[in-house]
């Protein structure tokens, strides 16, 4: 079974520019998280669908950034325009819907570290 | 005062000690704690998980829960250097699936043969 896939692995962008990164969950995960880890800081929630819904938003640093998940499989985040303070490593990940009480194990992929110059 | 604490280390041990990785909190809220392990360039994966208080015990690993201290630990014991990662804490306060999760830093570990 594949895993989480991200697209691209690795972005390098000049400040002002448009940049979309891609998560494909696990086939059937209803849940869909976006993260962001910020170079010297801890990895912080963005975003979390449920299927094609935002769940929760709270996350998300300010309007510039626009995440999408159409038909509740992939999932994009836009940024733009894209500042230098964005600039990190992103990361999706994806559970299953939960069926009774316990833990649904999130699994991440490996991650998209944008650099914006 | 942020919400979870960890060591960012780096720590390193000689192959067969005894590891000793902690976190910190400050949200009484929180309900569960998870440890992933990251490799390099790698996503974080699952390695242990623990609701509310108490130790849980899988192999070498062993994670343990203190919420009247708010503090949590991962021991590892007979490490290896395949065991050399990067070690995070994780904690949320939403039941079942992992939502909003809150991050350490990180703990690199390092085990030299």
């Known amino acids: 079974e594949a895993g989480v896939t991200q697209f691209p692995s690795h972005s390098v962008i000049e400040k002002g520019q448009t940049v979309t990164l891609r998560c494909d969950p696990i086939?059937?995960?209803?849940?869909l998280y976006w993260y962001r880890r910020v170079m010297g800081k801890e990895i912080k929630f963005l975003l979390h669908?449920?299927?094609?819904?935002?769940?929760?938003e709270s996350g998300m640093p300010n309007n510039r950034f626009l995440a999408e998940r159409t038909g509740g499989t992939y999932s994009t985040l836009k940024v733009q325009p894209a500042e230098l303070e964005d600039s990190g490593v992103y990361f999706c990940?994806?559970?299953?819907?939960?069926?009774?009480?316990?833990?649904?194990?999130?699994?991440f992929g490996q991650g998209t570290r944008l650099t914006v110059v | 005062q942020k919400e979870v604490e960890q060591d960012p280390g780096p720590l390193s041990v000689p192959e067969g000690a005894i590891v000793s990785l902690n976190c910190t909190y400050s949200?009484?809220?929180?309900?569960?704690f998870m440890w992933y392990r990251q490799y390099s360039r790698k996503g974080p994966e699952l390695l242990m998980y623990?609701?509310?208080?108490g130790n849980k015990e899988d192999g070498r690993f062993t994670a343990q829960v203190d919420k009247s201290s708010k503090y949590i630990s991962l021991f590892i014991r007979d490490s290896q250097p395949s065991d050399s990662a990067t070690y995070l804490c994780a904690m949320s306060n939403y039941g079942g699936s992992q939502g909003n999760l809150i991050f350490g830093k990180g703990t690199k570990l390092s085990v030299k043969p």
């Open positions: 949200n009484s809220a929180f309900q569960y």
């Open positions: 669908f449920v299927k094609e819904s935002k769940q929760d």
């Open positions: 623990t609701y509310s208080s």
């Open positions: 990940a994806s559970s299953p819907k939960k069926q009774t009480a316990g833990n649904t194990e999130a699994f």
């Open positions: 086939s059937g995960h209803d849940n």
